[in-house]
Every structure is written in structure tokens, then in C-alpha cells.
């Protein structure tokens, strides 16, 4: 605490006045305050006690020997008691002390590093009640030895209930995300549904337990269907619209009206802005989504490609090319996208050959030094690992 280096300063300061003051204020064992001109007193410091004793927090000197030799006024506020009524239900001895858990240990470790130390502990006071109290011991340095210990105590109960309420809320909301990203995972495609057909490995790691990006996948007349879905924001906001978003496209698979890649976007973009009620530039949120259509043919299968915004990998006889989908997201309805129309793109793939879809999560990740990994490594990455299997 500031108070503290305060604390400090100040006793620095008494050390240099106390040759100037004959007279001086000193405690006696029932925490009275007196005179004396010449004895030497249990405080020992004129101007730093008369400071500690204005403040409303509890301080305390502690001698070197572990002796409770001064309380100010504020000790005697928090804790309903005078020092000799402490004494009595605590011992004299603040090293030896049980009662209040910590303090041994903390006084301990500040004989061995000669530091301020400090510990949070609950403690009963005269008034019949426990309080949560933060203690700062600080030890007073004189010719490399430690000749006393001021002790502040600060009363932290309104804080600890405000930390516990805070606890209970925050590990009610965390067992409710886990819960919600198990129900997420479970929406999701299976592996053993992707791996009938495929080999393929599946990177989904969600930011915030749940997750705005999605991946979808269907068989529908012999051919199957995979999209790679990256909605407007980040945790549940996002992983709403991403399981909305996975649905509309089932919807659409079963209907069965449009198969083609680019007719299932403008599809899902009219669905998102009924449903979200999108006008102008009201309530925006959107995605971006990249769909293919996989048909066998021989050795080798046929792909259509059409995406909104997202990013299509492939790899086919030794290089590696990118497709990007329009310049344009589903839904988020704003004037400039609707010149730019979805189109469908169509192309070989031998086998042995692959292709990736992938939202931008992994293409925007950082290196410690903030840089993103970009498109550009990321082909890097997939065009030389060509040789290794997909499966894991």
C-alpha cells in the first residue's frame, strides 16, 4: 500500500528528529498516552507515531523481541479492544501467535528478507464478529538489524464478500460455457462421419470455450458437401449465429433446391437477413463461409468451390494454390456487397491431391513478437507438409 512507503518515510524522519525533541509521547501497556523528558519510551519515534495514530486504519509496533509494545486509535475502532484486551486474547508475543492464521509465518519471512511482507488472514474481534483483515508488517532497519515492526492492518471484509460474490458468478458462468462448448462440439460434424469418406484432420480450438467458427458437412445424392464457417465476433454471441448459421445450411441441404455451392450462399445470405432482421446498417452482424462440393470421378473428384470472404487451399501436382471467396460476407446486409455476387469455381483433384478450408483464426494468430502468421506462411506451411499423412 502507498500507506506503507508513507510509514516508512516517516520513521526515516523520526530518526532524525527525535534529538530534537526533550519531550515525547510514549504508550504505556494500557495503550494511554504519556509524557517523559528523558526515559526512553515504547514507541521511540515522536512524529511517525503521532502520524500513525491519525489514520483510520489499525497500526501496531511489534519490538524486535515480538513484544505488542503500541496501538493507535484505530487499532482500538477496528478490533473493539485496547491493547492490554488484544493482549489477553492473543498473547503478547506476536511471533508466537496461532490465533490468527499467517501471522508467525509472515513475521518469519520478514526477519529472514528484511522486506515487507504481506498477508490477508480472518480475525475476531471484541465486537463478537469476524472480519477479513490485510496485514502489511514493515520492518524498521537500524544499523542492518531489524530493531521493531510496524504492522498495518487494513479491513478488507467488504472486499472478500465482493471477491467470493464475484467467484460464485464467474465459476457458475464458466461451468455454463463448458457446458455450452460441449453442446457446441456435439453440433459439429463427427470425425467418424468425415473420415468415411476422407482423410482428414480437424484444428477447431475455440477462443472463449465456445466458438464463432464452425465446420459443416452432408452427403446429398452422392456428393458431399463441406463448408468452414467464420461468424461476426467472438465467444457466445458468435457461437449463437455459428450454431444458427450450421442449421440454416441443413435446412437448405434438405430442400434440396440449391446444390450448387453459390446458390447455397445467396440462399443462407437472404436467410440471415430475414431472420436477424438486418435494414441498413442495423444489426450487422454476419458471417464469412466458404462452401465446396466434392463429386468422385475415376482416380480423381470433382470440386466446386464458392465462398464469402474465406479461403480455399489446394494442393495438386507439386503446388499449392488459393481460391478467395467474393469480396463480400453473408448477411450484415450494407449496400457496397451487393455488387459483388457469389460465383461458383470448379476444378480437378487427382488423387493424392488436397485441398483445405479454414476461416482466417488461424491465418490472424500472433508470434510473441505480434506478428500474424499470414496467408502467405500459412500456404508455406500446407505446400511443405505435402508429404506427411493427414490423419492423426
Not at 509496533?61 to 482500538?76: A, K
Amino acid at each position: 500500500l502507498p500507506l506503507a512507503l508513507s510509514i516508512v518515510s516517516t520513521l526515516g524522519l523520526a530518526g532524525v528528529s527525535y534529538r530534537l525533541y526533550k519531550k515525547h509521547h510514549y504508550a504505556s501497556a494500557d495503550g494511554t498516552a504519556g509524557h517523559d523528558s528523558d526515559s526512553d519510551c515504547s514507541v521511540g519515534f515522536v512524529p511517525a507515531a503521532l502520524f500513525l495514530d491519525s489514520t483510520a486504519n489499525a497500526v501496531s509496533v511489534v519490538e524486535s523481541d515480538g513484544m505488542l509494545s503500541w496501538v493507535n486509535s484505530g487499532f482500538e475502532q477496528m478490533y473493539g479492544s485496547t491493547l492490554s484486551e488484544f493482549i489477553l486474547a492473543y498473547g503478547d508475543n506476536a511471533f508466537l501467535t496461532s490465533k490468527i492464521e499467517g501471522r508467525s509465518l509472515a513475521f518469519e519471512k520478514c526477519m529472514t528478507v528484511k522486506k515487507s511482507q504481506t498477508m490477508v488472514s480472518k480475525v475476531r474481534t471484541g465486537f463478537n464478529t469476524e472480519i477479513w483483515v490485510k496485514s502489511t508488517i514493515t520492518p524498521i532497519i537500524s544499523n542492518g538489524e531489524i530493531s521493531r515492526y510496524v504492522v498495518e492492518d487494513v479491513d478488507v471484509s467488504t472486499l472478500k464478500k465482493e471477491k467470493e460474490a464475484v467467484e460464485m458468478i464467474n465459476s457458475q458462468l464458466m461451468a455454463s460455457l463448458r457446458n455450452a462448448s460441449s453442446i457446441q462440439g456435439l453440433l459439429m460434424p463427427s470425425r467418424e462421419a468425415l473420415s468415411q469418406d476422407f482423410s482428414n484432420f480437424v484444428i477447431y480450438s475455440p477462443k472463449d470455450f465456445v466458438s464463432g467458427d464452425f465446420y459443416w458437412f452432408a452427403s446429398i445424392d452422392g456428393a458431399w458437401y463441406i463448408a468452414v464457417g467464420d461468424c461476426t465476433g467472438h465467444g457466445p454471441s458468435a457461437s449463437l449465429l455459428s450454431v444458427f448459421s450450421a442449421k440454416t445450411l441443413d435446412e437448405i441441404a434438405m430442400s434440396r433446391k440449391a446444390l450448387a455451392p453459390k446458390d447455397m450462399l445467396c440462399q443462407m445470405d437472404d436467410c440471415v437477413i430475414k431472420s436477424l432482421r438486418q435494414k441498413g446498417d442495423i444489426h450487422c452482424d454476419g458471417l464469412d463461409i466458404t462452401i465446396c462440393k466434392v463429386v468422385r470421378s475415376g482416380n480423381g473428384a470433382k470440386i466446386t468451390v464458392a465462398g464469402a470472404q474465406g479461403y480455399f487451399i489446394y494442393h495438386s501436382a507439386g503446388d499449392t494454390s488459393l481460391l478467395k471467396g467474393a469480396k463480400r460476407s453473408i448477411g450484415g446486409f450494407a449496400g457496397f456487397q451487393m455488387s459483388h455476387s457469389f460465383e461458383d469455381r470448379e476444378l480437378e483433384l487427382s488423387k493424392g491431391d488436397r485441398f483445405f478450408l479454414t476461416s482466417d483464426g488461424i491465418i490472424d494468430q500472433n508470434n510473441p513478437q505480434r506478428r500474424s502468421l499470414g496467408v502467405r506462411r500459412f500456404c508455406d506451411i500446407i505446400h511443405n507438409s505435402s508429404e506427411m499423412p493427414l490423419s492423426v
